[in-house]
């Protein structure tokens, strides 16, 4: 199973690619800024504007950071950024990390961050030494969400945070695939709003933030998508997709609209 989640997010070499559109785009590559990596650097709904709504949730400086799941790592280089805290990134995907630890090194930031290359269901990491865990559209990859979350909390200090922004399904709706997180169906593991808080408030964290985020979502693919209808952006998420981009795009838009699929931000507390 993990073979099969490594097969669909791993893509063409990244980097390489990454430089040659930003050459073409005109970008002095000794003066890269976070701004000319918008389109690919986040692969979530919305982009960075729910990270930095995220952000606007609780305090984070100085604090140490834990992204699970952190893909490109757009959102730990924001929190990095924005707040001087220390951030690591984990993915299971070795092209991902290497990508993520090389635009680190291309915008110039050389310390602050670190890049792991890991399963998030089998963290290497010691009790009580994390004040936030953040995770942006990983759980939907993750079979038993409830080992997850029991290690998130033996990595988290006492009164810490964690925060999510994640696809849902709504029970007894049935999804056609691919989907931007899976090509198929045996390697989505979706679950409703309900059913991860019943597991979060069973291992002991208190719900402290909720926001229903579909309609947004709805506007931000129906945009993209009318965008994708005569043009392609030289960096955007289609990179990451694939050829069958527009598949999966539409299928997530059909499923939000029809409420099959809801899209939620929120924050936890232990
Ligand atoms: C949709 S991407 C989101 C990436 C990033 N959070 C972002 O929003 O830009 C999902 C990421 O989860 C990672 N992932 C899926 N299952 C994982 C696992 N078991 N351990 C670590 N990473 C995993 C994938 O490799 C991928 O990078």
Redesign the pocket.
């Known amino acids: 199973m993990?073979d099969k989640?490594k097969e669909h997010?791993e893509s063409r070499e990244l980097y390489g690619y990454i430089i040659e559109k930003l050459k073409n785009k005109g970008v002095d590559l000794h003066n890269v800024r976070t701004e000319d990596l918008k389109g690919i650097d986040?692969?979530?709904i919305c982009g960075s504007s729910i990270s930095h709504k995220m952000t606007d949730l609780i305090d984070f400086l100085g604090l140490r950071i834990l992204d699970l799941?952190?893909?490109?790592g757009?959102?730990s280089r924001l929190l990095y950024s924005k707040f001087e805290c220390e951030v690591v990134g984990?993915?299971?995907?070795s092209e991902?990390i290497r990508t993520a630890q090389k635009l680190n090194s291309l915008l110039g930031i050389k310390n602050g961050i670190s890049f792991v290359e890991?399963?998030?269901?089998d963290l290497d990491f010691a009790d009580s030494s994390f004040d936030i865990v953040w995770?942006?559209?990983?759980q939907m990859?993750?079979k038993d969400k409830e080992n997850l979350f029991r290690n998130i909390k033996r990595i988290l200090k006492p009164n810490s945070r964690l925060l999510y922004f994640d696809v849902f399904q709504r029970e007894d709706s049935v999804l056609n695939y691919p989907l931007?997180?899976a090509s198929s169906s045996d390697h989505s593991f979706m679950i409703s709003p309900c059913g991860l808080h019943e597991i979060l408030s069973n291992i002991g964290f208190r719900s402290i933030y909720k926001s229903d985020e579909s309609q947004n979502a709805i506007k931000a693919i129906g945009s993209v998508l009318k965008y994708y209808e005569n043009n392609t952006p030289d960096l955007g998420q289609h990179i990451l997709m694939g050829d069958n981009f527009k598949s999966k795009l539409k299928n997530l838009l059909l499923h939000l609209v029809n409420a099959d699929l809801l899209v939620e931000a929120a924050v936890y507390e232990l």
């Open positions: 993990i989640i997010y986040e692969f979530h799941g952190c893909g490109l757009g959102a984990v993915d299971l995907s991902y890991a399963d998030v269901m995770t942006q559209h990983l990859n993750i931007p997180w």
